[in-house]
Protein backbone atom coordinates (compact mmCIF):
# COMPACT_ATOMS: atom_id res chain seq x y z
CA UNK A 1 0.00 0.00 0.00
CA UNK A 2 2.91 2.27 1.01
CA UNK A 3 4.40 2.14 -2.20
CA UNK A 4 1.30 2.42 -4.46
CA UNK A 5 0.50 5.68 -2.44
CA UNK A 6 4.72 6.82 -3.27
CA UNK A 7 4.38 6.04 -7.15
CA UNK A 8 0.57 7.27 -7.30
CA UNK A 9 2.74 10.74 -5.52
CA UNK A 10 4.89 10.76 -8.02
CA UNK A 11 3.44 10.08 -11.14
CA UNK A 12 1.29 12.88 -9.89
CA UNK A 13 4.58 15.62 -9.39
CA UNK A 14 5.66 14.38 -12.45
CA UNK A 15 2.62 15.14 -14.77
CA UNK A 16 2.68 18.82 -12.37
CA UNK A 17 6.92 19.23 -13.58
CA UNK A 18 5.92 18.36 -17.17
CA UNK A 19 2.46 19.36 -17.76
CA UNK A 20 3.01 22.81 -16.91
CA UNK A 21 2.31 25.50 -19.78
CA UNK A 22 5.21 27.70 -20.60
CA UNK A 23 4.29 31.16 -20.94
CA UNK A 24 6.39 33.53 -23.36
CA UNK A 25 5.50 37.39 -23.29
CA UNK A 26 6.36 40.19 -25.79
CA UNK A 27 8.39 42.44 -24.77
CA UNK A 28 10.32 45.35 -25.98
CA UNK A 29 14.29 44.80 -24.83
CA UNK A 30 15.75 47.37 -25.90
CA UNK A 31 14.28 51.23 -26.22
CA UNK A 32 16.39 53.64 -27.96
CA UNK A 33 15.49 57.44 -28.16
CA UNK A 34 17.81 60.37 -29.76
CA UNK A 35 16.68 63.77 -29.25
CA UNK A 36 18.00 67.08 -30.98
CA UNK A 37 16.12 69.98 -30.18
CA UNK A 38 16.59 72.99 -33.04
CA UNK A 39 17.35 76.56 -32.30
CA UNK A 40 13.67 77.03 -33.29
CA UNK A 41 11.62 75.17 -30.92
CA UNK A 42 11.33 71.60 -32.11
CA UNK A 43 12.50 68.09 -31.77
CA UNK A 44 14.01 65.61 -33.97
CA UNK A 45 13.60 62.26 -33.15
CA UNK A 46 15.25 58.72 -33.78
CA UNK A 47 13.58 55.62 -32.25
CA UNK A 48 14.91 52.49 -32.39
CA UNK A 49 12.62 49.86 -30.90
CA UNK A 50 14.20 46.16 -30.65
CA UNK A 51 11.19 43.84 -29.96
CA UNK A 52 10.65 40.93 -28.78
CA UNK A 53 7.57 38.77 -30.26
CA UNK A 54 6.14 35.11 -29.00
CA UNK A 55 3.35 35.60 -32.13
CA UNK A 56 2.74 38.32 -34.58
CA UNK A 57 -0.45 38.02 -36.59
CA UNK A 58 -2.32 40.26 -38.30
CA UNK A 59 -2.05 43.94 -37.81
CA UNK A 60 0.13 45.29 -35.21
CA UNK A 61 1.07 49.05 -34.73
CA UNK A 62 3.66 51.45 -32.57
CA UNK A 63 2.08 54.29 -31.08
CA UNK A 64 4.11 57.76 -31.41
CA UNK A 65 3.14 61.11 -29.72
CA UNK A 66 -0.08 62.55 -31.31
CA UNK A 67 1.62 65.62 -32.71
CA UNK A 68 4.31 63.88 -34.14
CA UNK A 69 4.93 64.81 -37.46
CA UNK A 70 7.19 63.84 -40.57
CA UNK A 71 7.08 60.16 -39.85
CA UNK A 72 9.39 57.66 -41.10
CA UNK A 73 9.93 53.90 -40.54
CA UNK A 74 13.03 52.23 -41.08
CA UNK A 75 13.77 55.32 -43.72
CA UNK A 76 10.68 54.73 -45.64
CA UNK A 77 7.28 56.54 -45.77
CA UNK A 78 5.04 54.91 -43.23
CA UNK A 79 1.60 53.83 -43.02
CA UNK A 80 0.05 56.33 -40.12
CA UNK A 81 -3.51 56.03 -38.43
CA UNK A 82 -4.45 59.03 -35.93
CA UNK A 83 -6.54 58.38 -32.78
CA UNK A 84 -7.36 60.63 -30.03
CA UNK A 85 -4.04 60.09 -27.53
CA UNK A 86 -1.39 58.82 -30.37
CA UNK A 87 -0.14 58.13 -34.32
CA UNK A 88 -0.50 54.66 -34.45
CA UNK A 89 2.21 53.73 -36.80
CA UNK A 90 1.64 50.23 -39.02
CA UNK A 91 4.66 47.71 -38.38
CA UNK A 92 2.91 44.82 -39.96
CA UNK A 93 4.65 44.57 -42.90
CA UNK A 94 8.29 43.65 -40.57
CA UNK A 95 6.13 41.47 -37.96
CA UNK A 96 3.03 39.54 -39.25
CA UNK A 97 3.39 36.03 -39.20
CA UNK A 98 6.61 35.96 -37.31
CA UNK A 99 8.02 35.39 -34.13
CA UNK A 100 11.54 36.78 -32.76
CA UNK A 101 13.30 40.09 -32.65
CA UNK A 102 12.82 43.09 -34.71
CA UNK A 103 14.80 46.31 -34.74
CA UNK A 104 12.43 48.91 -35.86
CA UNK A 105 13.76 52.89 -36.20
CA UNK A 106 11.25 55.77 -36.54
CA UNK A 107 12.21 59.09 -37.18
CA UNK A 108 9.69 61.89 -36.71
CA UNK A 109 9.48 65.55 -35.67
CA UNK A 110 7.93 66.95 -32.85
CA UNK A 111 7.19 71.15 -33.48
CA UNK A 112 7.44 73.36 -30.93
CA UNK A 113 8.11 71.13 -28.22
CA UNK A 114 10.04 74.22 -26.75
CA UNK A 115 7.61 76.78 -25.29
CA UNK A 116 7.79 80.03 -22.94
CA UNK A 117 6.63 79.32 -19.30
CA UNK A 118 3.33 80.67 -18.57
CA UNK A 119 3.79 82.56 -15.09
CA UNK A 120 0.65 82.87 -13.21
CA UNK A 121 -0.40 86.32 -12.28
CA UNK A 122 -0.26 85.47 -8.51
CA UNK A 123 3.05 83.74 -8.58
CA UNK A 124 5.43 84.20 -5.70
CA UNK A 125 8.42 86.11 -5.45
CA UNK A 126 10.34 82.62 -5.34
CA UNK A 127 8.59 81.75 -8.91
CA UNK A 128 9.50 84.75 -10.35
CA UNK A 129 12.89 84.05 -9.78
CA UNK A 130 12.80 80.50 -11.46
CA UNK A 131 11.43 81.73 -14.40
CA UNK A 132 13.89 84.22 -15.03
CA UNK A 133 16.74 81.67 -14.81
CA UNK A 134 14.31 79.02 -16.91
CA UNK A 135 11.73 80.85 -19.07
CA UNK A 136 11.73 78.05 -21.36
CA UNK A 137 10.27 74.10 -21.02
CA UNK A 138 10.81 71.33 -22.96
CA UNK A 139 7.69 69.32 -23.65
CA UNK A 140 8.82 65.58 -25.19
CA UNK A 141 6.21 62.54 -24.68
CA UNK A 142 8.81 59.51 -24.62
CA UNK A 143 6.81 56.14 -25.37
CA UNK A 144 3.64 57.44 -25.67
CA UNK A 145 0.78 54.53 -24.89
CA UNK A 146 2.99 51.32 -25.76
CA UNK A 147 1.96 48.64 -24.06
CA UNK A 148 4.75 46.24 -23.91
CA UNK A 149 7.09 45.69 -21.05
CA UNK A 150 10.47 47.91 -21.57
CA UNK A 151 13.75 45.77 -20.62
CA UNK A 152 16.17 48.85 -21.26
CA UNK A 153 15.25 52.41 -22.30
CA UNK A 154 18.11 55.14 -23.05
CA UNK A 155 17.48 58.60 -23.55
CA UNK A 156 20.00 61.41 -24.97
CA UNK A 157 18.74 64.62 -25.64
CA UNK A 158 21.00 67.41 -27.88
CA UNK A 159 20.18 70.82 -26.86
CA UNK A 160 21.20 73.83 -28.95
CA UNK A 161 23.43 76.56 -27.23
CA UNK A 162 20.60 79.78 -28.22
CA UNK A 163 16.90 78.86 -28.84
CA UNK A 164 14.89 81.62 -30.21
CA UNK A 165 11.68 82.22 -28.42
CA UNK A 166 8.72 82.91 -30.40
Same mark, same amino acid.
Given at each position: ??????? *????????????????????????????? #?????????????????????????? /?????? $??????????????? *????? #?????????????? $???????? /????? &?? &????????????????? /????????????????????????????????
Amino acid at each position: MKRFLAV *ALLMIALCGIVCTPARAESYANLVESFCT #VTPDGDCLVNLTVTLHLDNSSGEMSF /PLPVNA $TDITLNNSSAKTTKT *ADAIE #VDISKFTDGMSGDF $TIRFDYTI /PKAVK &VK &VLPDNATDAEKEAYKQA /PLQLTLPLLNGFSYPVNSLQFVIHMPSVIEQR
